[in-house]
């Protein structure tokens, strides 16, 4: 039961811009590592993560930065590492395309009101527990962005739509919730996402299927 439970601690610190709890890290006296969104009070405790706070407004500090390259070359300009990525952790590839045309429309400067930057829109403290040293470098960002997409599919069984729900609000809430959570940024996300991915299933031209869904 710690394991287990650590390893949704864990999942809740790689969760990515939608979750807005700040995560505290302590050891206790048998040496069992806990995550937890409540200050705790024992010596050693720290703030592993700061949360968002309200999802709709700037972060301090952040200066946000829509998607601008309209260049239809980017579609396939980081095609190499999207599947070297998608092998490594056997992620399918229309996923990845999916989930960095809806998160980034594949401009590498994206940044959000909340902080997540680069093509798979990753939080600094996000970025940092999957091992991303530079979450500016396109392909640091995309293998980051994969393998917590690899995390969460194990989390949810491989169900499309749940990792799906996950990446967005965190897996905390698809599982305090038993499903999609009932946001509707979320839900609108899980449509997006899994329509561009059954286009770049069927559609072998990845610019003709990157364009906007009906």
């Known amino acids: 039961m710690r394991s287990r439970a650590l390893m949704i601690g864990l999942l809740a610190v790689l969760a990515p811009a939608a979750a807005l709890a700040d995560i505290y890290q302590y050891t206790d006296k048998e040496g069992v590592l806990h995550f ?6 024992v010596a050693g405790a720290k703030l592993l993560f700061k949360g968002s706070g309200n999802a709709g407004a700037v972060r301090p500090g952040v200066i946000p930065f829509m998607p601008q390259d309209r260049d239809v070359a980017r579609f396939n300009r980081y095609d190499d590492w999207i599947r070297q990525s998608a092998t490594l952790y056997q992620i399918p590839e229309a996923l990845v395309r999916a989930v960095m045309k809806v998160e980034s429309d594949y401009d590498p400067r994206s940044v959000s009101v909340s902080g997540a930057r680069g093509l798979m829109q990753l939080m600094p403290d996000t970025a940092s ?3 991303v040293r530079d979450i500016d470098d396109p392909r640091e960002n995309i293998f980051g ?3 917590l997409l690899r995390i969460l599919a194990n989390t949810f069984n491989g169900d499309l739509e749940l ?3 996950a990446y967005n609000a965190g897996p905390d809430a ?3 919730h038993g499903g999609i959570p009932p946001y509707q ?6 449509v997006k996402v899994t329509g561009y991915y059954r286009r770049y299933r069927s559609i072998p031209d990845v610019a003709a299927a990157s364009l906007a869904l009906p």
Do not use: E, I, N
Not at 36 to 41: D, L, Y
Not at 185 to 190: A, G, L, P
């Open 174 to 176: 698809v599982m305090r």
């Open 145 to 147: 962005g994969v393998k």
């Open 36 to 41: 937890t969104s409540a200050p705790p009070a």
């Open 163 to 165: 990792t799906v729900a």
């Open 129 to 131: 527990s999957l091992q």
């Open 185 to 190: 940024q979320t839900r609108d996300y899980v």
